[in-house]
Each structure stands twice: as C-alpha cells, then as structure tokens.
C-alpha cells in the first residue's frame, strides 16, 4: 500500500488587502512579540490597525478580521490554536506558500510596508531576520520574481525606476498584479534619512510592544505626546 502524498503548497490564490494585512500581522508578531502569541482577535485587530510600520494605514473592525481569516485558514495559511478560553490565530505562511523563512519575511514586509528597495527591506527585516547584506535579499527577491508557474509563479515584481529615485523598489503579488504606473516612492534613500528612520522604527516598535502586553494584561498604557 503506497503512502498518501504529502500536503502541498496551495498553487494559486489572491488576497484582499484586509486579509494581507491580517496575514503580515500575524507573521510580525510571531517574530517581534513572541510572548503574546499567538494573537487574540482584539490583539490582531490592533496590530493591523497600528500606526507605526504600516502602508496604507488601516482601520479595520473585528468583523472585517475575522472574515478574513475565515478565508485564510482553508487556504492553510492561518490555523487556530487550541488550549486556550479566547479563539487564538497564528500563520502557517511558510509552509502554505512553499517558500524558505527568508522569502516569507521579505514578503511580510513587503505585505506591512508597501513597495520598497532592498535596502530598505534588509533595514526593515533587522527584527525578523538578520539579511548578511544587500545582495543576498536581492538574491531571494530574484528567486520569487522568477518562481516557475508549476509552483504558482512569481510572488513579487520589480518596479521601474521612479523619477528621482536611485534604487528601483520590489513589491508583492499576492493581492494581484501591481499598478506599476502609479508607484512613487515615499522616502529617499539617504544614509540620514535612514538612520532617522531607523531610530523612529525603534521607538515606535517598543511603544506598540508595551500597548500590546499592556492591552494582553488589562493594564491601560501612557501614550507620550
């Protein structure tokens, strides 16, 4: 008797931008507040809801978040936990995607943040994974955008150079081919904007850590102005 054929990625599928969000969210906060997940549904709504390291800003309800997943879970990119009184979500992104840990943190980012160079993205990965240098993030950007259609084709797409800009930025296809007619980068890559940007992550990340295990404790947070 021949064994039954292991499960395979999922070969096709589009996402809204509510469930992308529900998705990259799911995904950052595996990796960045480890000790709160996996996430509640209040927790992921305020998590897809933040206002730091995202693009565009959203303000989607509980009701939007859980359709989503409703969506997400047959597509075996979100599973809920059991063993606990509260309905708990974490991804599944890896293994439903077929894609190695550093093509699903490009991609999360890519999900979160919007279109960027891969500069930006080996910047804005420090808290998930530490890229070696420019050229290996290039190398998995490389890989997805050259992703055989038997395996359900590419994932991101190069954009062209925008007017002014020195490095041409990546985006994903997970929602569906990108308007690349329309793509103006919203930061200039110089080395003090990026360090600029750098030191604003930080403190908005440590900020959204202490509202999230504030929120997980029923403790209210002081918010600085």
Not at 55 to 64: F, G, K, R, S
């Amino acid at each position: 008797m021949s064994s039954l054929p292991s499960p395979q990625p999922h070969p096709s599928f589009t996402l809204t931008a509510i469930e992308a969000r529900v998705l990259a969210t799911l995904m950052e906060k595996a990796r960045t507040v480890p000790d709160s997940y996996p996430l509640s549904l209040n927790t992921l709504m305020l998590g897809c809801n933040q206002k730091s390291s995202r693009e565009p800003l959203m303000n989607v309800t509980e009701a939007e978040i859980a359709t989503a997943l409703d969506t997400l879970m047959p597509l075996n990119l979100v599973r809920e936990t059991s063993g606990s009184r509260v309905a708990r979500y974490e991804h599944n992104f890896q293994r439903g995607v077929g894609v190695p840990e550093q093509s699903a943190v490009l991609l999360g980012l890519l999900m979160l943040r919007g279109p960027q160079t891969a500069g930006e993205l080996r910047l804005n990965a420090e808290r998930w994974y530490r890229f070696a240098d420019i050229s290996s993030v290039e190398g998995f950007l490389e890989e997805m955008q050259d992703r055989s259609v038997e395996k359900g084709g590419p994932l991101v797409v190069k954009l062209p150079r925008a007017s002014g800009a020195r490095e041409q930025r990546w985006a994903h296809l997970l929602c569906g081919a990108v308007d690349t007619a329309d793509q103006t980068p919203s930061v200039q890559a110089g080395s003090s904007t990026e360090r600029l940007a750098r030191l604003e992550a930080e403190v908005a990340r440590l900020r959204e850590t202490v509202d999230l295990l504030c929120k997980e404790l029923g403790i209210s947070s002081t918010n600085p102005t």
